[in-house]
């Protein structure tokens, strides 16, 4: 991206953050220590942006200059679904950058029962929270057969062997994962 493409985009991002807030120039300037006609000269292109200024303007939006730099994004904005024949699971991994602490959202819908055997209960370091959106998910947790329903919501050490799937058909869930629960959970089985 040039320059003065990422110039216009901070330009932008700062009019429009400042104006999603419902703030005036004045009211900008009042937060940063810019006097209002800076601020004008900085949104229309009228004045270059420094580092100092950038950083008190970011501030004062409570945003990061990462966000305000950031390139404006060209790739694809649709969630596709990933299908998993061998589990009946089709995923929907709803954020493209990891959270805070690497987590992930992903939606599942789920088709095939939980298998019941020690090479299906998988064990990972961390913690695995779902709620579930639609139908019954049946957890093996232990030693424990645990049905959620839906409006429910189930938390718990992915230290203990645990597996789900669906309970008297499809159920669908919306689960945040850890790196560790994203590996185990949304990787394709062969």
Same mark, same amino acid.
């Given at each position: 991206?040039?320059?003065?493409?990422?110039?216009?985009?901070?330009?932008?991002?700062?009019?429009?953050?400042?104006?999603?807030?419902?703030?005036?120039?004045?009211?900008?300037?009042?937060?940063?220590?810019?006097?209002?006609?800076?601020?004008?000269?900085?949104? =229309?292109?009228?004045? #270059?942006? $420094?580092? !100092?200024? /950038?950083? &008190?303007?970011?501030?004062?939006?409570?945003? +990061?200059?990462?966000?305000?730099?950031?390139?404006?994004?060209?790739?694809?904005?649709?969630?596709?679904?990933?299908?998993?024949?061998?589990?009946?699971?089709?995923?929907?991994?709803?954020?493209?950058?990891?959270?805070?602490?690497?987590?992930?959202?992903?939606?599942?819908?789920? =088709?095939?029962?939980? #298998?019941? $055997?020690? !090479?299906? /209960?998988? &064990?990972?370091?961390?913690?695995?929270?779902? +709620?579930?959106?639609?139908?019954?998910?049946?957890?093996?947790?232990?030693?424990?057969?645990?049905?959620?329903?839906?409006?429910?919501?189930?938390?718990?050490?992915?230290?203990?062997?645990?597996?789900?799937?669906?309970?008297?058909?499809?159920?669908?869930?919306?689960?945040?994962?850890?790196?560790?629960?994203?590996?185990?959970?949304?990787?394709?089985?062969?």
């Amino acid at each position: 991206m040039a320059q003065e493409e990422v110039d216009a985009l901070v330009r932008g991002r700062i009019r429009g953050l400042r104006l999603a807030k419902g703030w005036s120039l004045d009211d900008l300037a009042a937060r940063c220590g810019l006097s209002p006609s800076t601020l004008s000269r900085i949104e =229309t292109g009228g004045r #270059r942006i $420094g580092l !100092d200024q /950038l950083v &008190v303007i970011a501030q004062a939006l409570e945003t +990061t200059l990462d966000q305000l730099v950031e390139p404006a994004g060209d790739e694809d904005v649709v969630i596709r679904p990933k299908h998993d024949e061998a589990r009946g699971f089709t995923a929907w991994t709803l954020n493209r950058d990891t959270g805070p602490h690497g987590l992930t959202v992903a939606k599942i819908r789920m =088709t095939r029962p939980v #298998r019941r $055997g020690v !090479d299906e /209960l998988k &064990v990972h370091p961390g913690r695995d929270w779902f +709620t579930v959106l639609s139908g019954t998910v049946t957890l093996l947790l232990g030693d424990r057969t645990i049905l959620v329903e839906a409006g429910q919501a189930a938390e718990f050490s992915t230290m203990v062997p645990h597996a789900f799937g669906a309970y008297d058909g499809p159920a669908e869930i919306l689960t945040i994962l850890d790196p560790d629960g994203k590996r185990t959970h949304l990787r394709k089985r062969k």
